[in-house]
Structure formats: C-alpha cells, structure tokens
C-alpha cells in the first residue's frame, strides 16, 4: 500500500494569494510578496496524479485553508476533486470545524458532530485520524475525551498495522517559535501510544518541514508544506521566518514482510533521469 501525505496547504479563496508581510519582503525580490497556495496544491495533485506506482490514498494532515472560510474549503475541495484516488482530510490550527465538516459531509468519513475524528479501513495499513484543533489557537490539544476515543479505536484493531495522522507533532522540534505552538501535554498521548504498538507511524503538519524523531515506540514525523517552508533555524530566539525551499510530500510504502518506508519528495522540474554509467557500446 502506497500513502501521500500532503499538508499545510494553506488555501485561500479562489483568485486570492497568500501576502507575506510587506517588510519581510527585501526589495531585490519583490516576485515573493505574494503565494498562489491554490496553484501549488493543484501542482501536488498533478505530480500525485502522475506518479507510478500511484498512491492508494492521500492524507492531508491539516491547515488545509488560511482562515477556515466557506470560500476557501470550497476552493481547497475543487482542487482535491482532481485527485484520482481517495483523500482524507484532518483540521490543524487554521481551520475551521464546522466549515470543513459542511463542506466534505457527502465523503462520509467525518461524525455528524464533535471532533473530526475517524479510522479508515479496508486497506493493508489502517488509517486513524486525529483531530488537536483548538478554535481560536494555534497550539494543539488531545484532551482526555479525544484519547480515549483514540484508545478504544485502536483497541479495535491491535493486530492491525495503523497510521496516525495528526497536524500537531507531539515532540519538541527546536524550531522554536513554533515550538510555543505545539501539542499541550504530548505525555498523556505518549502513554496512550506506548500501550499501541500496532502504530507504525505519527503523520504530522504544522511544521512546513521534514522532522523525524523516535517517539513512544515508534516514529512521529512531519511533511513539508505543498506551498511556502519553515527556515530552518534552531538558535533559541530565532525569529519567525519562512523561505521557499522547494514543496514537497511524503510517500509511505506499506509491504508485508518488510513493514513501512517513507520517502520525502519535492516539486519541481529537474534534469534527468539520466543513468549512473553510459551504455556500453
């Protein structure tokens, strides 16, 4: 089974683009004052679309709009209808509850009310999606209500290798400032996690960057954003800067006998494929 994870798409509504502020802006590169968001999830798609093997699903692990607007998730859900295998979505700090579980209601996935929790199965990897918003923050909660969901959905399958896909990482990443905007109490998921082993992997956003780190028995991660990247920059103190680093996702390959692999990828056109010697004559 083959997973793309996207995330961080940050979607406005149509015909609109994402402003970076005015003075982050050197006046040698005036083109970057602005981020059609749109055209690089529709570029995603595109590159997802073409891929052989081309992947079974794809995840999108939050902040899926900019303001959690009507328009924008109906913007974001005409550009996801390109995809040509399934999509599940899960809210991050920019969204917006209601306005997205209105707009993917016909998906079936997502409860009538309460969290946007929910399990996929009927695949080789089993898929739990976690819902951390908090509305009105940009930090990420599991609260006592969403873990024991977590518990007993888990406890339905343990024999069954499981994705988590959730857009807080729940592990320091020493980017700092975002860092302030994390998971609250990622112990109390640590402890639910470890009693799971059947996790095989914590699919994350929020970060705009590739993050791996060993987490409660087995590997949390984050994906690069489809749009604009974090800089990375680990000095404490460092100020809140993003660059545009190429956008990327991540595919996750599920094999019997050989468990998961997951691979990083960017967007772009690139020269080549060329062969590593030259044929012999």
């Not at 977590?150 to 290798?161: E, N, V």
């Not at 860092?179 to 914590?202: G, W």
């Not at 699919?203 to 749009?227: E, V």
Request: charged letters at 20%; aromatic letters at 8%; one cysteine or more.
């Amino acid at each position: 089974m083959l997973v793309a994870q996207i995330t961080d798409t940050h979607i406005l509504a149509a015909g609109k683009l994402y402003h970076a502020p005015r003075a982050a802006i050197p006046p040698s590169d005036p083109g970057w004052s602005h981020i059609d968001t749109a055209a690089c999830l529709s570029r995603a798609i595109d590159e997802l679309n073409a891929r052989s093997p081309r992947p079974d699903v794809i995840v999108v692990t939050g902040d899926l709009t900019d303001h959690g607007g009507l328009e924008e998730y109906a913007n974001l859900r005409a550009i996801l209808d390109a995809a040509r295998m399934p999509v599940y979505v899960i809210p991050g700090n920019h969204d917006a509850r209601d306005a997205l579980r209105a707009t993917f209601a016909d998906k079936g996935y997502f409860p009538a009310e309460g969290f946007l929790h929910y399990a996929v199965d009927g695949y080789p990897l089993r898929i739990v999606a976690l819902d951390t918003h908090i509305p009105g923050s940009h930090d990420g909660e599991l609260c006592a209500e969403r873990l024991a969901w977590l518990d007993r959905t888990l406890a339905m399958a343990p024999a069954k290798p499981t994705l988590v896909m959730m857009h807080h990482p729940p592990f320091p990443t020493a980017i700092e400032h975002m860092d302030r905007h994390a998971l609250l109490d990622p112990a109390a998921f640590a402890e639910m996690v470890r009693r799971h082993p059947q996790i095989e992997r914590i699919l994350c956003g929020h970060l705009h960057r590739t993050i791996d780190h060993r987490f409660a028995g087995t590997i949390a991660g984050t994906c690069p954003s489809t749009a604009h990247q974090l800089v990375l920059d680990t000095n404490p103190g460092a100020p809140a800067e993003f660059c545009f680093e190429p956008p990327g996702y991540q595919l996750h390959l599920w094999r019997d006998g050989v468990g998961l692999v997951s691979h990083t990828a960017v967007f772009g056109d690139w020269p080549g494929p060329y062969p590593f010697r030259a044929p012999p004559r």
